[in-house]
């Protein structure tokens, strides 16, 4: 899931520079709910992390975190300017960082 997770964010990135399209369940409405991470945390990963309710939320809020910082990005994107979706993609990877780190730490 971790993997999966982390080349789709590579992905976005890899699309707010142009360089392929954007993937799904990235920018939509409630995409949080429909990702692959979004799955997990609502399966798998509640039951892993469910149990302690303040780190289980800070995931969460990370995740959510996440893809409003793609959506911002996007935006930019869409309004032309791709260089400030760039630097909103390397917030991005920076918080995709801390909750990975979360998730394996």
Not at 18 to 27: C, Y
Not at 31 to 42: D, R, V
Not at 69 to 91: F, I, N
Request: aromatic share 6%; charged share 25%; hydrophobic share 40%.
């Amino acid at each position: 899931m971790i993997s999966v997770h982390n080349q789709r964010v590579k992905s976005f990135i890899g699309a707010l520079r142009s360089q392929i399209p954007f993937p799904a369940l990235v920018t939509e409405p409630e995409a949080e709910q429909h990702c692959h991470l979004g799955l997990w945390l609502q399966g798998e990963g509640k039951l892993q992390y469910g149990g302690d309710a303040a780190f289980y939320q800070r995931l969460l809020e990370r995740h959510a975190r996440l893809h409003a910082l793609a959506r911002e990005a996007k935006a930019l994107y869409d309004a032309g300017d791709e260089e400030g979706a760039v630097r909103k993609g390397t917030e991005l990877e920076r918080e995709n960082q801390a909750l990975m780190a979360l998730l394996q730490g």
